[in-house]
């Protein structure tokens, strides 16, 4: 199976600072990667897929880039909301898998 | 507006059996291939069964194959997960999630159900 690292595992930003959070897959998966957003209490939300494409109604502060197997989701200018556990996810095969996830907090 | 609410969720002794349910609603759920995702207390995102459209395909995580196994009703909008010799391992909130057929993300999420195995 593909297994994806994040890094860091958290991540202390003040707010209105920019944060960049790592994705590393052990093999290729081309472009098909998502990333997620998931607060406490609540079910995760895609944020982007295809590596770099927003989802509907995710601000442009939200930026991913990457393919192959290293990727980066960027958020510049963390606003209070943005203090959440992000998740990246491969859809190219078979089982699909998760990285562990980076908690971005409030420094 | 899209909305999955999935039921079924509780507290099983080990080695008993669960059906977890799915009712989606706002889009066009026969179009959507279906999958469970789980995720344990206060630990990361576990991918755990998928299903095609039409229900003719389905996939299943190691952990799960042979003991749990995922169905569709697409006159009912509805997915399933019926459990079988459950686990302490697999206490976790069960999400159910909609993929565009072919290489997708999961494009919507439910809110949960919690599925507790402890005796």
């Known amino acids: 199976e593909i297994v994806l690292t994040q890094s860091p595992a958290t991540l202390s930003v003040s707010p209105g600072e920019g944060a960049t959070l790592s994705c590393r897959a052990s093999e290729s998966v081309s472009s098909n990667l998502a990333w997620y957003q998931q607060k406490p209490g609540q079910a995760p939300r895609l944020l982007s897929s295809?590596?770099?494409t927003r989802a509907t109604g995710i601000p442009a502060r939200f930026s991913g880039s990457g393919s192959g197997a290293e990727f980066t989701l960027t958020i510049s200018s963390l606003q209070s909301e943005d203090f959440a556990v992000y998740y990246c996810q491969q859809y190219n095969k078979w089982p699909l898998t998760f990285g562990g996830g980076t908690k971005v907090e409030i420094k | 507006e899209v909305q999955l609410l999935e039921s079924g969720g509780g507290l099983v002794q080990p080695g008993g059996s669960l059906r977890l349910s799915c009712a989606a609603s706002?889009?066009?759920?026969?179009?959507?291939?279906m999958s469970w995702v789980r995720q344990a207390p206060g630990k990361g995102l576990e991918w755990v069964s998928s299903?095609?459209?039409?229900?003719?395909?389905?996939y299943y995580a190691d952990s799960v194959r042979g003991r749990f196994t995922i169905s569709r009703d697409n006159s009912k909008n509805t997915l399933y997960l019926q459990m079988y010799s459950l686990r302490a391992e697999d206490t976790a909130v069960y999400y159910c999630?909609?993929?565009?057929?072919?290489?997708?993300?999961?494009?919507?999420w439910g809110q949960g159900t919690l599925v507790t195995v402890s005796s």
């Open positions: 706002g889009f066009t759920f026969s179009s959507y291939a």
């Open positions: 999630a909609p993929r565009s057929p072919g290489a997708n993300p999961f494009d919507y």
């Open positions: 299903i095609s459209t039409s229900g003719s395909n389905t």
């Open positions: 295809g590596a770099s």
